[in-house]
């Protein structure tokens, strides 16, 4: 009995929890997922629509591949997670159902007692034989006693009963749930097969245009390179305003400086410089996607999003730059205290330098490329003074 009651203690009040995620976190993870995979899946249903093969619609397909897979790791760990409430239950179960049948076994005994010596007669004879009053009210008491046990062994019964019918039934539901998520990881599977096959076939098409895709890859070098040089623009200019006040670095007044602080303390909650987009390429160095033995270096990240869609200022802060870039539409550059946000492949840019702006603030129109059946890619950046920081680690999830 002790037994059973000590793991019900532990196991009806523990948390569960695997590699420190419980059961709702997964279930949040997983909605995340599937959410981000139906947004995904609805900018290739547009890109399908042509039948092009593009590097973007391979970039798609990789990020998808990716994002299922993550979804399918995480059905895992439900799964995992699942097993275990199931044969923590069935132990509590095996527990209970054990110590159901001692009880009963004693309470047979004790009513076996009782019908022996259920004659009144009997009862008056064994106080009268006492040796003295003591030893009668010590006899007395002992009865009492012995109909109290029959009564409380009657209510242990019927709790351990009740906990365990309500254990029984917890089992069951969860078996069926578990075999649902299993059925959910197994068409999560299919699906990433027949992904990987699609994701080859584009990716064979696309090594049929190697030139033409090493010379957008160039194209794309040089508008790094000029953000990277309009952002070392503003860094030198800060600077050398700062040094003319005796101020190390960039140079802030008192209210930037708040709000690099502010900034600062909202890293992995700023809002996305999109309503709704995914990352298609992600920063640093990355090898790329056709090309062998070919890397791209990114400064920031490339966000796929919805023809129209509006970019905006992921926080507070002040219009720092509005220019042209070869090749590369427009770009904005926010200030925010030391911290530089950057923003380009814009189109009908609605802000201009010295603007004081809030979060969320449309900035302007993300440019869709007609060539690539209208794809709509923003180029996003964070930058604290001359340092690239990657967007990933700020942007909230």
């Known amino acids: 009995m002790k037994i059973a009651v000590v793991a019900l203690i532990v196991l009806l009040g523990a948390g ?22 139906r947004f995904t899946n609805e900018l290739l249903g547009k890109v399908n629509e042509s039948q092009k093969t ?50 009963r076994q004693e309470y047979a005994e004790m009513v076996r007692f009782a019908w022996k010596n259920r004659n009144t007669y009997d009862k008056i004879l064994f106080f009268l034989s006492a040796d003295n009053f003591n ?11 012995y109909a109290e046990s029959r009564k409380k062994q009657s209510e242990i ?23 649902g998520v299993i059925s959910e990881k197994q068409e999560e599977n299919r ?31 040089r508008i790094e390179q000029q953000l990277a040089d309009e952002i070392q623009k503003i860094i030198e200019e800060e600077t050398k305003k700062a040094a ?5 670095g960039m140079g802030i007044t008192p209210e930037q400086e708040l709000a690099g602080s502010n900034f600062e303390q909202n890293r992995r909650k700023l809002p996305w410089p999109v309503e709704k987009g995914v990352i298609t390429e992600k920063f640093g160095i990355q090898p790329h996607p056709v ?6 270096n990114n400064n920031g990240v490339s966000i796929a999003t919805t023809p129209g869609a509006k970019a905006r200022a992921v926080f507070q802060g002040e219009i720092s730059r509005v220019f042209g870039i070869t090749g590369g539409n427009l770009a904005v550059i926010v200030r925010h205290g030391h911290y530089l946000t950057v923003y380009s492949n814009l189109v009908g840019v609605t802000v201009k330098k ?31 003074e001359s340092q690239k920081l990657n967007p990933e680690d700020w942007l909230a999830r």
């Open 191 to 221: 699906k990433l097969n027949n992904q990987k096959k699609q994701q080859d076939v584009v990716a064979k098409d696309l090594q049929r245009k190697k030139n033409d895709l090493q010379n957008k890859l160039n194209r794309q070098r």
């Open 135 to 145: 030893q009668a009210f010590q006899r007395y008491v002992w009865f009492r006693q």
């Open 54 to 103: 593009t590097l973007g619609k391979l970039r798609l397909l990789n990020r998808q591949i990716e994002q299922r897979q993550q979804l399918i790791s995480t059905i895992s760990s439900e799964v995992s997670l699942l097993q275990m409430l199931i044969d923590d239950n069935t132990l509590v179960v095996d527990l209970l159902s054990s110590d159901l049948e001692k009880i």
């Open 157 to 179: 019964m019927a709790s351990i009963q009740a906990i365990l019918t309500r254990k029984v039934s917890d089992l069951k539901i969860q078996q069926m749930v578990q075999q």
């Open 291 to 296: 090309l062998a033995k070919v890397t791209v």
């Open 16 to 37: 569960y929890s695997l590699n420190g995620q419980s059961l709702e976190e997964l279930r949040k993870k997983k909605q995340s997922a599937s959410e981000e995979i």
């Open 244 to 248: 003319k006040s005796g101020k190390p």
């Open 354 to 384: 010295g603007d004081q702006i809030a979060a969320k603030q449309s900035l302007g129109t993300v440019y869709s490329d007609p060539e690539e059946e209208n794809k709509t890619l923003l180029k996003f950046q964070i930058w604290k």
